[in-house]
């Protein structure tokens, strides 16, 4: 999409089924399916899924692969030549290298090769932006590994690395039972995004705003809490929409996503992906899905150019 920013766009929700069945041949890993369309059954959510789980099923095939570094490489790269070609600007990649280190290698050693995948295929084929490291909710990774994704975002921070996010379960804990995570991101000016307020409620959100975080992951059920709304508005903190990931995992219906009631009272709301190929979407189809007129895209950018954790250049 020309002139598009992407602010909320997991590696692994977008690994392709192209892409998976050439990694998993070169990582001798074995596929419940071997041809591109079948596998896709196994990597795309149902448009309406019957719940959370559903979803959630198809990030275990891209994790599996991604547990190589040299495939979090591959991965990297082709996302980041698939998003150019697609005419996109600025991107935040985020994905966990907590949950990539099943194979052998350390969590440094995944950070490592993402960084390095990332700034070169950036310069390759032209695209601004950075990645996001994320720390893992409920248990997906234990504190100490949560401490190490802080500390590598810190350590990254301007050599790849833009952020750091907290992703995961939502419904299982509040952010700050993660606030040692945050205090080592804000001690090292890590700019932080806190998943909350999508299966979670307005509750969570206050709780990531609280431990600094200037944007959250999707944010929608602050619409439950007006004075929440107009704290988000003055204080400028972007919310990161992503509509078809929400009709997917059913935490909005295309009538309850709020964007539009956002956008009328002043939030910075931006709108993305998520998920390209769990949720089978890119950035024109979001826009295109919700008819998103000429004037409310200049919006819609404007606000994500703002909320951007790296600088952006011209549209
Ligand atoms: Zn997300």
Redesign the pocket.
Known sequence: MLGGIDL?L?LDGSVTAEDAIFLAERSSIELPKHSAEALRGYLTAPKRCADLKEYLERFEIPLKLLERPENVAYATRSLVKRLAASGMRYAEI?FAPGLLTAGGASQREVAVTACQAFVAAKEEFGLEGGLIFCAMRAGALTPQENEETARLSAEFLGKGVVGIDL?GDEAKDFPSDHARVFAVAREAGVPITI?AGEAGGADKIRDAIALGARRI??GVRCVEDDSLVAELAERGIALET?YT?NLNTGACTERTFPLRALMRRGVRVTLNT??MTVSDTDLATEYASLGITDEEKRLLLENAKKAAFAAVGSL
Request: hydrophobic residues 10%.
């Open positions: 909320h997991h985020r992703a998943h992951g999707h992503c990931s998520d998920n």
